[in-house]
């Protein structure tokens, strides 16, 4: 396979693409479709112009089926109900894939099913194996629900404080733990949360910053600050 076989997102080897009316077939559909609605980003990854609709096919390098820039205005008039993902404005051309993207944009876990309502899944979780989702992670980690972790609570506790043994969170580059706010006793899904809490709900000494500026020492509030 030559590099273009390759999503450039996910680097996977291409078996579907999804594509808006820019025409660049570069990023699986999978990662299009996740894009679209787990991360609200409706840009194309290569060209970053906004794509109201994106087509989905198999990938057949040279040989993709594609599209005209007016063909998009009419797809969902022209392509089947059940082969439309109205979430991502996607349209398919292959139904069983359609099938596959829509149970990864429901409440559907490997470990559980597919449910109505995240509520009902976390219930099923918890019957099932007695596990059950780091809330954190299903703020901020932007994956499909079917992609989250799940913990017992053992695993879990390990998970807030130190991070993951192994998995998806093991990988992370710099993953160990969530964050702890100690003045509120909360925690948050990285560095970046925490500091954007600390600067808005507590007080920073201006003295000590302007003498070291990356360091970062907080008060609980103006009047342990005085």
């Not at 998009?72 to 398919?92: G, I, R, W």
Request: net charge positive.
């Amino acid at each position: 396979m030559m590099s273009s076989d390759f999503c450039i997102v996910c680097a996977d080897p291409l078996e579907f693409c999804a594509f808006g009316a820019c025409g660049h077939k570069e990023t699986c559909s999978k990662c299009v479709v996740r894009l679209r609605t787990v991360l609200k980003n409706t840009k194309c990854v290569v060209c970053q112009q906004p794509q109201p609709k994106v087509f989905v096919t198999r990938f057949a390098g040279d040989y993709t089926r594609a599209l005209g820039a007016a063909e998009f205005e009419h797809l969902d008039k022209v392509t089947p109900k059940n082969c439309q993902l109205k979430d991502a404005q996607a349209y398919f051309d292959d139904t069983r894939h359609c099938e596959e993207l829509q149970g990864l944009c429901s409440f559907a876990h490997p470990l559980a099913g597919s449910f109505s309502s995240l509520k009902g899944l976390k219930q099923e979780l918890k019957r099932r194996h007695n596990a059950e989702f780091c809330n954190i992670c299903l703020e901020g980690r932007k994956v499909f629900i079917g992609e989250q972790v799940v913990y017992t609570k053992q695993q879990l506790q390990r998970h807030m404080k130190q991070g993951d043994d192994d998995g998806p969170m093991a990988r992370a580059v710099g993953f160990k733990g969530h964050p702890l706010c100690n003045y509120c006793n909360t925690r948050f899904y990285g560095e970046n949360e925490q500091f954007e809490h600390m600067t808005r709900v507590h007080e920073e000494c201006f003295i000590c910053k302007r003498r070291n500026p990356h360091k970062h020492v907080y008060f609980e509030d103006y009047a342990a600050l005085e």
